[in-house]
């Protein structure tokens, strides 16, 4: 028996599974605020920090794609580009999926701790906020509409504001395939030029495509978690104090890349 256990790394180390993960750390950070506990506040937790590691893995792969596009195509770097976008992908359609773990929750047992969580909001999620920004969708509105933040916290939003997005390498890449970048005009006209030449410019079109994939599925996350809330809590105001379905309705039409769609129809 013993000889199927091979030993790794220094004697003495002691790296187990629990202490490698973290775990007593992980698996104490679910605090209810309802009392006495209501049955369903542990999901609605376990829910949200689920959201927030994969928020964190996505920044860390759409950063990586984003230096790695921002070498342009002399960086030798877009194949790698490619290979963390398709995983972004993947990321964002267990997102949208996981919706329906939460769904599994009525609005009954939801109220049962609902008013114990304002002013509290997703809309005060930092990491959900910094994707945005990442993505190429900057409006500097939202960090004075945010209550609450520490500094750590509005330090990080003004660095992804500062920084360059995703876009900001995506066109990187156009330039580099020779395909001018200034003006909107000129962004476009060279789209058209990937498009209708994908022999010539096959990686262009392929991020142009990811870079859509990867708005299609922010979008689908918005329009899901929206229906969510309107089965939640129909028309009330939201605990963060917006209007609740109304103002989420109001971002459904949000687009990182709005000149990948226009080039649908100069098609
Ligand atoms: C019972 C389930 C949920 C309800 C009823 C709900 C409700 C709401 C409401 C009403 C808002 C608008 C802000 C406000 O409170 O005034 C909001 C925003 C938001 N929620 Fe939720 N939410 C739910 C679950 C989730 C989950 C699981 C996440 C995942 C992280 C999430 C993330 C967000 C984010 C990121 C925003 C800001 C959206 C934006 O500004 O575009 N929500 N939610
Ligand atoms: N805004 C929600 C409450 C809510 O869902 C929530 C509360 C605290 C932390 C995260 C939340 N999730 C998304 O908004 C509501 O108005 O019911």
Redesign the pocket.
């Known amino acids: 028996m013993s000889e199927s256990f091979v030993s790794f790394g220094e004697q003495g180390a002691q790296l187990t599974y629990g202490s490698y993960l973290r775990l007593p750390q992980l698996l104490d950070a679910q605090h209810l605020e309802s009392d006495p506990p209501a049955h369903d506040e542990l999901l609605?937790i376990t829910?949200?920090q689920v959201?927030e590691l994969w928020f964190k893995q996505l920044l860390h792969e759409v950063e990586a794609a984003r230096d790695a596009m921002s070498g342009g195509v002399d960086g030798g770097r877009l194949w790698w580009a490619q290979h963390l976008l398709a995983r972004v992908h993947v990321i964002e359609r267990v997102l949208v999926q996981q919706v329906d773990v939460?769904e599994t929750?009525t609005p009954q047992d939801?109220l049962e701790f609902r008013q114990r969580l304002a002013p509290a909001?997703?809309?005060q999620?930092v990491q959900?906020r910094e994707l945005e920004f990442l993505s190429g969708a900057k409006d500097p509105s939202y960090v004075k509409r945010f209550r609450g933040l520490t500094e750590a916290e509005q330090e990080r939003l003004a660095a992804r504001l500062a920084e360059p997005s995703l876009w900001d390498a995506f066109l990187d890449v156009l330039r580099s395939f020779g395909l001018a970048a200034g003006t909107e005009e000129e962004i476009s006209a060279s789209l058209r030029t990937a498009a209708h030449d994908r022999s010539q410019y096959a990686v262009v079109w392929a991020l142009a495509e990811a870079l859509l994939q990867h708005d299609e599925l922010a979008a689908s996350w918005?329009a899901r978690?929206v229906v969510?809330?309107e089965r939640?809590?129909g028309s009330k105001?939201?605990?963060?104090?917006?209007s609740?379905?109304g103002?989420?309705r109001s971002?459904i039409p949000l687009r990182y890349y709005p000149l990948l769609w226009d080039l649908r129809s100069e098609l």
């Open positions: 609605f829910i949200h959201y939460l929750m939801f909001s997703g809309f999620s959900f918005r978690h969510m809330v939640m809590i105001s939201g605990t963060g104090g917006s609740g379905a103002y989420l971002r």
